[in-house]
C-alpha cells in the first residue's frame, strides 16, 4: 500500500469515529541552524503544539546568542565551547558566531485511540 493510501486511510478512519475535519493539528518546531554552504548543519530542538510559545522560543535563544556573542566577541574559543540554555540538543564545537534559531509549522493527523 502506498504511503499516499495509507494516509487516506487513517484520515477515513478518524472521520468515521467522529473527528470530522478537527483530525489535523498544527505543530510547531524549533530548529537550530549552523554554518554555510556544504557545512551548514540544522537540527531540532522542540516542538510546541501553540505557535505563541515557539516564537517566544526563538526570540529568547537568539537572544542569549546575540549576547554571548557581544561578551565573547575576542575570544574565539569559546565561540565553539557554548552551552546554549534554551538548545540542549547543541554539540560543543559548533560555532555560535553563524547560529541562529526559528520555527517551522507542519501540521499532522492526531492520534487516534478510540
Not at 537568539?62 to 561578551?71: D, F, G, I, L, M
Not at 534554551?86 to 487516534?112: C, F, P, Q, W
Request: charged fraction near 35%.
Amino acid at each position: 500500500m502506498s504511503k499516499k493510501r495509507k494516509v487516506e486511510k487513517s484520515i477515513n478512519k478518524a472521520k468515521e469515529i467522529g473527528f470530522g475535519s478537527d483530525i489535523f493539528q498544527d505543530i510547531h518546531t524549533v530548529f537550530g541552524e549552523e554554518g554555510e554552504y556544504s557545512d551548514r548543519e540544522v537540527w531540532t530542538v522542540c516542538s510546541y503544539e501553540n505557535k505563541e510559545m515557539a516564537i517566544e522560543h526563538v526570540k529568547e535563544a537568539n537572544k542569549y546568542v546575540q549576547k554571548y556573542k557581544q561578551e565573547h566577541r575576542d575570544d574565539q574559543m569559546s565561540l565553539y565551547n557554548c552551552k546554549i540554555p534554551y538548545d540542549t540538543n547543541m554539540e560543543i564545537g559548533r560555532n555560535v558566531r553563524s547560529l541562529v534559531y526559528y520555527t517551522h509549522a507542519t501540521k499532522i493527523i492526531k492520534v487516534v485511540t478510540k
